[in-house]
């Protein structure tokens, strides 16, 4: 059970446009920062958002971030076939001073 | 460029120790946040622990007093020794720059508890 909570997919046809939720409370994303990783199948994670809104280096505009209260979301316009991966929000919990992700959410471009 | 080489996985019976280590290019280890990372067969990523520029550690509960964090200043390399390993410890283990924000990951070492 993870502290963040993702829908476990989400799907949309190449050209569409998705968001990507991540819910937590007020001793995480309430009050700190969230990040976003893509993991493409056999690779490690790569960083797309950071700070809540701001891209990586790289990461093409297509992506984006945001944060209200306690939850965050990813967004992705003009899917492509190579967006096919799995998705984790990740941030810092000040309650219980570690770090937590949320359980994932994989996307397909059908 | 930032780099980061993960090396020291395998395969250890349970209740054995081995230790990761994460080497580091581009930017000196000391001054900076490091974390670590896990990710079980087929399951999400795990935040395993982090390291903060002025040496204080923080656990996730469920490797709390079997690991522990630590980096050496003279090789730049950051470090996780395992003790008391589990099945359930079974996993790709990565080392990342940074607390909140992972900026840079290592390509991961699988470590596999087994007997």
């Known amino acids: 059970q993870s502290v963040l909570t993702q829908p476990p997919s989400v799907s949309a046809a190449p050209g569409q446009n998705v968001t990507i939720s991540c819910s937590g409370s007020?001793?995480?994303?309430?009050?700190?920062?969230v990040s976003w990783y893509q993991q493409l199948p056999g690779t490690a994670p790569k960083v797309l958002i950071y700070d809540s809104n701001k891209r990586a280096s790289g990461i093409p505009d297509r992506f984006s971030g945001s944060k209200s209260d306690t939850s965050a979301t990813l967004g992705i316009t003009g899917l492509q076939t190579g967006d096919e991966a799995d998705y984790y929000c990740?941030?810092?919990?000040?309650?219980?001073?570690?770090?937590?992700f949320g359980g994932g959410t994989k996307l397909t471009v059908l | 460029e930032v780099q980061l080489v993960e090396s020291g996985g395998g395969l250890v019976q349970p209740g054995g120790s081995l230790r990761l280590s994460c080497a580091a290019s581009?930017?000196?280890?000391?001054?900076?946040?490091m974390t670590w990372v896990r990710q079980a067969p087929g399951k999400g990523l795990e935040w395993v622990s982090v390291?903060?520029?002025?040496?204080?550690?923080y656990y996730a509960d469920f490797v709390k007093g079997r690991f522990t964090i630590s980096r050496h200043n003279s090789d730049n390399t950051l470090y996780l020794q395992m003790n008391s390993l589990r099945p359930e410890d079974t996993a790709v283990y990565y080392c990342a720059k940074g607390v909140i924000n992972l900026l840079y990951w290592g390509q991961g070492a699988l470590v596999t508890v087994s007997s």
């Open positions: 390291i903060y520029s002025g040496g204080l550690t």
């Open positions: 007020s001793s995480n994303i309430g009050n700190n920062f």
């Open positions: 990740g941030t810092w919990d000040s309650s219980l001073s570690v770090g937590v």
């Open positions: 581009g930017f000196t280890v000391s001054s900076n946040y």
